[in-house]
């Protein structure tokens, strides 16, 4: 009887130990000392035995469970130490390795010019002034002079919703409904915003994009306040050294008209931006003319004033020195990220 429970010891020993899984184990413990277990057999004889025996066999298998439990129970331990550890090693961590910071946002280039022109604006008494881009064919038309038919249409490839609702094709039409608006007290305002025209997406041209209007009316204003308030935003735009030349041109809503070239970098020795002209066309400007004062009730013979109106992208292309307008629009991290 002892050598049969040494012999299962050494056996049940060598299972512990072989033991991978606590699989293993929950089987192991099934065979040894479930319901019809090894272990489980012998105290079932127990029974049998003379009662002189009986204590010292009883002992004898009490000790044998307590010493394989005691195994069963460091190899559960030693198992799951390994199981942590390997789990460990799977999920490393390193909790130190610098996290990924978040992209900053930055101010679109556009948005960077329309808020450095109108600060110069502000800077002379301007205050800005918006109106919808889903426009009256009558702002942004007949109020400026433009009537059907009139061959200035054709120019602006408008984008027409009804017969008589368009997407405004310059900021203009925010001159009339603003003089309806502060009539009869002097205007003098600043207009930034988006402008669409039926054209095809190249370098150069864009079906959407943003206008500078600006418009000043009062008594006694001339051609030439015109031309001293265009000096001094090229000189702080552009630079002191630069020079506005004025060209005649033509506009229904102003007269005279003209087109306002600034001086270019190259100081006249020619180069790519200026076409080897020395000059580069920024913005079309004129004194308001009489009909469109009188469309917004100001009187002709004792108001006037002068109007212009730019190009943002084509501005932001030469101060950033941009080559195809269609950059603004794509959103380009690479291109954004250089804008602060
Ligand atoms: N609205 C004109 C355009 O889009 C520009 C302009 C504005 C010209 C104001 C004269 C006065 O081309």
């Given at each position: 009887?002892q050598d049969?429970?040494?012999?299962i010891?050494e056996q049940a020993r060598?299972?512990?130990t ?6 293993q ?8 000392f479930g319901?019809?277990g ?6 079932r004889t127990?029974g049998?035995l ?6 010292l066999?009883?002992?004898?298998i009490?000790?044998l469970?307590?010493?394989?439990e005691?195994?069963l ?5 030693e ?5 942590a ?10 909790v ?5 910071p978040p992209r900053r946002g930055?101010?679109?280039p556009?948005?960077l010019?329309?808020e ?12 800005v002034?918006?109106?919808?881009e889903?426009e ?6 007949e109020?400026?002079?433009?009537p059907p038919?009139?061959p200035?249409?054709?120019m ?7 017969d ?7 900021t203009s039409?925010?001159?009339i ?6 009539y009869?007290h ?11 025209r039926?054209?095809a997406?190249?370098a ?9 209007e ?7 204003v001339?051609?030439?306040?015109l031309k001293g308030v265009?000096?001094v ?6 630079g ?5 030349r ?5 506009f229904p809503?102003t007269?005279?008209?003209t087109?306002?070239?600034?001086s270019?970098?190259c ?5 790519r931006?200026?076409k080897?002209?020395g000059?580069i ?8 003319h009489p ?6 009730k100001?009187?002709?013979e004792?108001?006037?004033g ?6 943002v992208e ?6 950033y020195?941009i080559t ?9 991290f690479?291109l954004?990220?250089?804008f602060?």
């Amino acid at each position: 009887m002892q050598d049969e429970l040494r012999t299962i010891e050494e056996q049940a020993r060598k299972e512990i130990t072989g033991a991978t899984s606590s699989q293993q184990l929950a089987e192991f413990r099934l065979k040894y000392f479930g319901k019809k277990g090894l272990v489980t057999q012998y105290s079932r004889t127990l029974g049998t035995l003379s009662p002189e025996e009986r204590p010292l066999v009883g002992k004898l298998i009490n000790n044998l469970r307590s010493r394989l439990e005691e195994a069963l129970k460091d190899r559960q331990q030693e198992l799951a130490d390994q199981e942590a550890a390997a789990q460990f090693e799977r999920e490393r961590l390193d909790v130190e390795l610098p996290g990924r910071p978040p992209r900053r946002g930055h101010p679109h280039p556009l948005q960077l010019i329309i808020e450095e022109i109108t600060m110069t604006f502000l800077g002379m008494g301007f205050s800005v002034a918006e109106g919808p881009e889903v426009e009256l064919d009558f702002y942004n038309f007949e109020a400026l002079n433009i009537p059907p038919e009139h061959p200035a249409r054709d120019m602006h490839d408008s984008l027409y919703i009804t017969d008589n609702i368009l997407l405004r094709t310059h900021t203009s039409p925010v001159q009339i409904r603003t003089m309806e608006k502060l009539y009869p007290h002097p205007v003098r305002i600043i207009v930034p915003g988006r402008v669409y025209r039926r054209d095809a997406l190249d370098a150069t041209h864009s079906p959407i994009f943003h206008q500078i209007e600006g418009l000043l009316v009062d008594k006694k204003v001339s051609f030439s306040d015109l031309k001293g308030v265009l000096t001094v935003f090229v000189h702080k735009f552009f630079g002191e050294d630069r020079q506005v030349r004025l060209r005649p041109s033509f506009f229904p809503f102003t007269e005279p008209s003209t087109e306002v070239d600034v001086s270019c970098v190259c100081r006249g020795q020619g180069c790519r931006i200026c076409k080897n002209t020395g000059w580069i066309e920024i913005l079309g400007a004129g004194s308001v003319h009489p009909k469109v004062l009188a469309m917004a009730k100001y009187d002709p013979e004792v108001y006037s004033g002068f109007a212009f109106g730019m190009g943002v992208e084509r501005i932001a292309m030469l101060r950033y020195g941009i080559t195809d307008i269609r950059q603004f629009y794509e959103n380009d991290f690479r291109l954004l990220s250089q804008f602060h």
